[in-house]
C-alpha cells in the first residue's frame, strides 16, 4: 500500500474517531519537501471539504522562504484556506481552531512552539511535520539551539538530546505516518483500523438553573455545563467578612477559559438587574492568555441582547463594556493588588502567577474564580493545588467550589496526538508516589546525591526523567516546554538529583556553568556588552567592578525544586549541602541563584549562607517581584568578592528606600540588610548635630513629633544599619521592620501601620520605643553638652 492510500485511510479513521493525525515528511530537498506536503493537504482537502489551516515557518531563514514559495506553488487549486505565520506569532495562536497545521521544523524545534500549536487542530484534523533525516539534523543548530550557545562554549558543544527523543517519540506513535520524501520510502507506517467511532453526547440541563437559557445553549459539553452550574454560587454576595471561590482546572483545550467568559456575561446580566452596575476584573499574566475567555464574554453578552463596547491594547481584548452599566476590564496581576469595587474576579491560569499576588488578591475580594491548567505550554500542575488550593481550603472564612473540565471541546477523548505531545514534552510527568517507606526512608536521612551521565539519563531513562521532571511541571509554578529543551541541548547546563536510597527522586536541580570569562570578553562587558549565560558574573562586573569575579568558575541553581508531597522537611537544604560539597570537590569558586524575591524564598537562601549582591531596581510588571541575585562563595577569592559586592549591595538598597525600592515589603528589606558580620561602615558614627540630638530626646520623651524629628530619626536608624555586623546592639525583627517601613522607606503612617499589620497608634508608641534604645546605644559617639545629657538622665528617671 502506497503512502497516499495509507494517508487517506488514517484521515478517514481520524475523522469518524474525531481525532487528529500526523503525518511527517523527512527530507533534505526543499521542492520535494513542499510537494509531499501539499499533496498531503490535497488529500486531506477530498475528505474534509475546503478546510481552513496553518502553515508555519522561519522567516529569516531563505530556505523556509523557498520552501513556502514551493508549497503555495503546488497547492494551487486545492480547495484549502491558509494562513502564512512565522512562528513568533504562536502565543497570538492558542485560542483560534484549524482543520490542519503544517510545521516546518526544519530550521527550528522550539518545545514551546509545538507545545503551544499542539492544542489548536480540531478533530478529525492533521498536522503535517517537515523535519531533516536524523542523522542530518543533529549536525545542524536550530534557532532554538543557538540561543543556548555562551561564550565559553563552541557549537559542536551543544547537545542534541530534545531532537532524538522528538524522533524517537515520533517513531513510537501509533497515529503517525512517516516519510522519506528524498527517497520515496514509508519510514513507518501508522495503525490503522482499532479506533472505536464517536458520537458526540447530548447535553442535559439542569432543571433548575439561574443562569440565562441562552448562556446554557452556548455550552459544547456537559463538562461546561456543570462548570457554568457551579458558577452560579457568585450570584449571592457573601456575607461580611466571608468569600466564595470557585476553582476551576483543566487540561488544555477542555474550554475552560471559554466557559468563564460565558459565567461573567451571565453574572453581569444578573448584577446589573440586581444592583445597576456590575464591575469585573480579570487578570492573568499577559493579556493574550485572557484572549478566549474575553472573546466569549462578548458572544455571552450578545447572545443576551446587549451591544457591546470592546477595547484592544496591541491585538489583546483589554476591555469589555456596556454603557454605563457593565465593565469586564483585564488588570495585570500585580496590579490587582491596588484595585477596589470589583464585584467579581478571575484570575485565569493561576498557576503562572506568583503566590503573594494570589494570597493579595484573595485577601482583597470575596468572590474570585481561579482557573488553572493541570498540564500543557501554560505550565501548571498539581503545585496550585498542593500549595495555594490547600491555602484556600483551610481558610473558615472561604468557601471554595472546585470543578475539573475533562472533557476535550475540539476533539474527542483519549486524543493520539494530545497524547503523544504531552509524552514527548513531558506534560504529564510526575514525581514518583510517596509511600510509608519513603517517608521511614526520609526520616533515617537515607539520601544518595545522584550525577547522571546525561545522555543516559535523558534517553534512556525514561522512568527516572519524568520523576526528575515531574517533580518541576507540579511543584515548580512557572514550568514550559522550553525549559526541557535547555535542560537537555544546553552546553552549560546540566542536572542534579537528591534519590531515596531505594531510587526515588524527591529534589530535582537544573544547574548552569557561569564564569571562567577571558580577559577579552571581560573587556567587552565593561563597555556594555551583554554577557549571555553569564547572570551573576555580567551583573557583578557591571555594578560592582568586579572583572576578576568573572574569571572564576561559578555554577547558578537555575531551579531547585522538592517533591510537593515532602516540602518542608530540610531536603532542599540537603540538596544545597551536597551541591556545595561537589563544588568545593570540582574546584568551584562559588554557588549562586537568582529568582524573584518573596520573604519565605529569602529567607531560605539566606539561611543556608547565600548573600544578596545585586536586585534589579523595578519591579517585574506581571508578577509584581523584584529580582534578586545571591552567591555562596566556596574559594576565598570568591569570597573576598561576595563580601564586597554583598557590601555596596546593601548600601545601594539603604539609600535607595525612598527611591525605587520605597515600596519593598520590609521583611524583605530587613533580610536583603542581613550584615553577615560585616559592617558597611566601621567607623561611621551618627551626624547629630546639637539641636538634632535635642530634638530626639524631645521626641523620644516629650512632646516633639516624628515630623519634627524625621531627619535626626533618619541618620540614627541609618547609623544602626551602617554599623550592623559591628555592634553589640541587635533589634528584635518587628522593630526593625517598623524602621524601614516608617523611617528608611518614608511610608506615611496609615500605609506603614497597615503593610505592618499594627494600629496607627500602636506604631507611634512603638517607635518611640525604639529610637529611645537607638539614642542611649549611639548618643556617646556624639559630643554631647552637659546640660543635654542631664536632660536625658532626668527623662530617664521620670520614666
Not at 505592618?756 to 497608634?761: H, I, Q, T
Request: proline share 5%; glycine share 6%.
Amino acid at each position: 500500500m502506497g503512502w497516499t492510500e495509507l494517508l487517506q485511510g488514517l484521515v478517514k479513521e481520524g475523522v469518524s474517531s474525531n481525532h487528529r493525525r500526523l503525518v511527517v515528511f523527512v527530507g533534505t530537498d526543499e521542492e520535494r519537501l513542499a510537494k509531499y506536503a501539499a499533496d498531503a493537504l490535497r488529500i486531506f482537502s477530498s475528505i474534509v471539504k475546503e478546510p481552513h489551516g496553518l502553515y508555519m515557518y522561519q522567516p529569516e531563514y531563505p530556505d523556509a522562504q523557498r520552501r513556502m514559495g514551493k508549497f503555495k506553488e503546488f497547492i494551487e487549486g486545492i480547495a484549502a484556506s491558509i494562513d502564512y505565520r512565522p512562528y513568533k506569532d504562536t502565543d497570538k495562536l492558542l485560542g483560534i481552531t484549524v482543520d490542519f497545521a503544517v510545521l516546518d521544523l526544519m530550521n527550528d524545534l522550539k518545545p514551546n512552539d509545538v507545545g503551544r500549536m499542539g492544542g489548536i487542530v480540531r478533530g478529525g484534523g492533521i498536522y503535517i511535520f517537515m523535519v531533516p533525516p536524523l542523522n542530518e539534523w543533529i549536525k545542524q543548530l536550530t534557532k532554538f539551539q543557538q540561543s543556548l550557545l555562551v561564550p565559553q562554549y563552541r557549537p559542536e558543544d551543544v547537545r542534541h538530546f530534545l531532537k532524538i527523543r522528538f524522533w524517537n517519540k515520533l517513531m513510537s506513535m501509533d497515529k503517525a505516518l512517516i516519510i522519506n520524501v528524498d527517497s520515496g520510502e514509508i519510514i513507518k507506517e501508522p495503525v490503522i483500523g482499532d479506533s472505536q467511532p464517536w458520537k458526540q453526547r447530548e447535553l442535559v440541563m439542569p432543571e433548575r438553573i439561574r443562569f440565562s437559557k441562552a448562556i446554557y445553549e452556548l455550552a459544547k459539553t456537559q463538562d461546561q455545563v456543570e462548570a457554568l452550574r457551579a458558577m452560579e454560587i457568585l450570584l449571592e454576595r457573601p456575607p461580611r467578612g466571608r468569600k466564595v471561590n470557585v476553582v476551576l482546572i483543566a487540561d488544555r483545550g477542555r474550554g475552560k477559559s471559554a466557559i468563564i467568559g460565558l459565567a461573567l456575561a451571565a453574572l453581569a446580566h444578573r448584577l446589573r438587574k440586581a444592583k445597576g452596575r456590575a464591575r469585573f476584573a480579570v487578570t492573568a499574566m499577559n493579556p493574550s492568555n485572557v484572549s478566549t475567555l474575553m472573546e466569549f464574554v462578548i458572544k455571552g453578552l450578545k447572545a443576551l441582547n446587549y451591544d457591546v463596547d470592546v477595547s484592544y491594547w496591541g491585538g489583546d481584548v483589554v476591555s469589555v463594556k456596556v454603557g454605563i452599566s457593565i465593565f469586564i476590564d483585564y488588570v495585570r496581576p500585580y496590579d490587582m493588588l491596588s484595585e477596589e469595587g470589583r464585584d467579581i474576579v478571575v484570575v485565569d491560569e493561576a498557576a503562572m502567577i506568583p503566590l503573594p499576588v494570589l494570597y493579595g488578591i484573595h485577601e482583597r475580594f470575596n468572590r474570585v474564580i481561579y482557573a488553572s491548567t493541570i498540564h500543557g505550554y501554560e505550565g501548571a500542575g498539581r503545585g496550585f493545588s498542593l500549595r495555594f488550593l490547600k491555602y484556600l481550603r483551610e481558610d473558615k472564612n472561604t468557601k471554595v467550589i472546585e470543578y475539573e473540565l475533562k472533557e476535550p471541546i475540539r476533539y474527542a477523548p483519549n486524543d493520539p496526538v494530545e497524547q503523544w505531545l504531552f509524552d514527548t514534552l513531558l506534560l504529564d510527568a510526575e514525581p514518583a508516589k510517596i509511600t510509608d517507606e519513603d517517608y521511614e526512608l526520609i526520616s533515617k536521612r537515607e539520601f544518595n546525591y545522584l550525577i547522571p551521565n546525561l545522555k543516559e539519563f535523558f534517553l534512556s531513562s525514561e522512568d527516572r526523567l519524568r520523576q526528575f521532571f515531574g517533580i518541576y511541571v507540579q511543584a515548580h509554578y512557572r514550568n514550559e516546554p522550553d525549559d526541557l529543551g535547555m535542560m537537555m541541548d544546553a552546553p552549560h547546563h546540566f542536572i542534579r538529583a537528591l534519590t531515596l536510597s531505594n531510587g526515588k527522586i524527591v529534589v530535582s536541580v537544573e544547574l548552569a556553568e557561569e564564569g571562567g570569562i577571558s580577559d577579552d570578553l571581560i573587556d567587552m562587558v565593561v563597555r556594555g556588552l551583554k554577557l549571555p549565560g553569564n547572570i551573576i558574573p555580567d551583573r557583578l562586573i557591571k555594578y560592582w567592578g568586579l572583572t576578576d569575579f568573572a574569571k572564576l568558575r561559578g555554577w547558578r541553581i537555575i531551579r531547585i525544586a522538592t517533591h510537593p508531597e515532602l516540602q518542608d522537611r530540610g531536603l532542599g537544604t540537603e540538596m544545597l549541602r551536597r551541591i556545595e560539597e561537589e563544588a568545593r570537590e570540582r574546584g568551584i569558586d562559588w554557588v549562586g541563584v537568582g529568582f524573584g524575591v518573596n520573604a519565605k524564598l529569602l529567607n531560605f537562601w539566606i539561611k543556608s549562607g547565600y548573600m544578596p549582591v545585586h536586585i534589579s531596581p523595578e519591579r517585574n510588571p506581571i508578577s509584581g517581584e523584584y529580582s534578586v541575585l545571591l552567591v555562596k562563595p566556596i574559594s576565598e577569592k570568591a569570597r573576598d568578592a561576595a563580601i564586597y559586592a554583598n557590601k555596596e549591595f546593601r548600601l545601594r538598597l539603604l539609600n535607595s528606600l525612598q527611591g525605587p525600592f520605597h515600596d519593598m515589603e520590609p521583611d524583605v528589606v530587613r533580610m536583603l540588610l542581613t550584615d553577615w558580620d560585616q559592617a558597611l561602615d566601621p567607623e561611621y558614627s551618627p551626624r547629630l548635630t546639637e539641636a538634632q540630638v535635642r530634638r530626639l530626646i524631645a521626641y523620644s520623651w516629650g512632646p516633639m513629633t516624628y515630623e519634627n524629628t524625621a531627619d535626626a530619626i533618619t541618620e540614627l536608624v541609618k547609623t544602626y544599619y551602617l554599623r550592623r555586623g559591628l555592634d553589640s546592639i541587635a533589634l528584635p525583627q518587628f522593630y526593625e521592620e517598623a524602621l524601614i517601613c516608617k523611617v528608611l522607606q518614608a511610608r506615611p503612617w496609615r500605609e506603614a501601620a497597615k503593610v505592618l499589620g499594627v494600629r496607627k497608634s500602636t506604631l507611634m508608641l512603638m517607635l518611640r520605643e525604639v529610637i529611645k534604645i537607638l539614642i542611649q546605644y549611639y548618643v556617646k559617639y556624639v559630643e554631647i553638652p552637659e546640660f543635654m545629657i542631664s536632660v536625658t538622665k532626668s527623662q530617664k528617671r521620670s520614666k
